[in-house]
């Protein structure tokens, strides 16, 4: 296999993961608490890291990365939380904050 095409598979596994993420916040599964949006929110504008929404070191849209639970910040600005209730998520298998990049 090419590498392009491991990279694009990659791209699209990786796409899917955080839409999965996404989705599960927008439905209260594994959605952080509002006070750990809003101060990762804060977290993200002061990063220099943080253009025009997207996080430059992941690929992320910052908007819906900070409501996921279970996702951290690759520059270690802020952690994954557990949501009371709720069984803690098993971090991504590739490392960094939603398996892209990362350590």
């Known amino acids: 296999m090419s590498e392009r095409v491991v990279v694009y598979t990659n791209g699209i596994a990786d796409l899917a993961r955080g839409a999965v993420?996404?989705?599960?916040?927008?439905?209260?599964?594994?959605?952080?608490p509002e006070d750990a949006?809003?101060?990762?929110?804060?977290?993200?504008?002061?990063?220099?890291?943080h253009d025009r929404g997207v996080c430059t070191a992941c690929?992320?849209?910052v908007g819906a990365k900070i409501r996921?639970?279970?996702?951290?910040?690759?520059?270690?600005?802020?952690v994954a939380v557990t949501v009371a209730g709720e069984?803690?998520?098993?971090?991504p298998k590739r490392g960094g904050c939603?398996?892209?990049?990362?350590a």
């Open 21 to 32: 993420g996404v989705a599960k916040a927008a439905l209260g599964r594994d959605r952080a």
């Open 37 to 49: 949006i809003t101060a990762r929110w804060d977290s993200c504008l002061a990063c220099e890291r």
């Open 59 to 61: 690929g992320c849209f």
């Open 68 to 78: 996921v639970a279970s996702s951290a910040c690759p520059e270690a600005r802020w």
């Open 87 to 91: 069984a803690p998520v098993d971090p």
């Open 98 to 102: 939603c398996g892209k990049r990362g």
